[in-house]
């Protein structure tokens, strides 16, 4: 005899809806964190290599740092356009903005770590008294690159 969700009571239900919500409000929550960490380090590793130059009164750091922020954001809502989740299509745009998110998450990654090595090297840590400076500045940028790029996509391929 297969079970019957008619069966259990309403509470039941509502709960298991309550936990898919839940659930979903968490992921959202962390896709947010890691846009505006994504967005600081971006910016924060720009405005080193490119200064103060502006265009229009802002500057070139924060315009590509929004851009950049902007096709992570570009390819989520690509997932939740009607169409776009279908299987065994191949629509060729859909295929160049993959290509797009991934070269940017990528950028994304090398620019996360520049600016955490800046970070590192311009605040003296406890963790010195651990571990030489020399290991942090190597170990430290390239752990936290990889994991905000791991994550990213994780979290990206959870909403598709």
């Known amino acids: 005899m297969s079970p019957n969700t008619s069966y259990y009571p309403t509470f039941l239900r509502q709960a298991r809806l309550q936990r898919g919500l839940v659930f979903g409000v968490i992921i959202l929550a962390?896709?947010?964190?890691?846009?505006?960490f994504n967005y600081s380090t971006t910016e924060y590793a720009l405005t080193d290599l490119l200064g103060e130059l502006r265009f229009a009164g802002i500057r070139w750091a924060t315009i590509l740092?929004?851009?950049?922020?902007?096709?992570?954001?570009?390819g989520i809502a690509r997932l939740f356009t009607p169409g776009s989740s279908?299987?065994?299509t191949n629509h060729r745009e859909t295929w160049y903005l993959f290509g797009a998110?991934?070269?940017?998450a990528t950028m994304n990654a090398?620019?996360?770590?520049?600016?955490?090595?800046?970070?590192?090297?311009?605040?003296?840590?406890?963790g010195n008294?651990?571990?030489g400076?020399?290991?942090?500045?190597?170990?430290v940028p390239i752990f936290v690159a990889l994991m905000v790029w791991l994550i990213r996509v994780l979290i990206i391929g959870t909403f598709s």
């Open 65 to 74: 740092s929004i851009a950049f922020c902007g096709i992570d954001f570009a």
């Open 30 to 36: 962390a896709l947010l964190a890691f846009e505006v």
């Open 133 to 139: 400076q020399e290991v942090l500045v190597r170990a």
């Open 110 to 126: 090398m620019l996360t770590w520049w600016g955490v090595s800046l970070a590192v090297i311009n605040h003296q840590t406890l």
């Open 129 to 131: 008294a651990f571990i």
């Open 101 to 104: 998110w991934m070269l940017a």
């Open 86 to 88: 279908q299987y065994g």
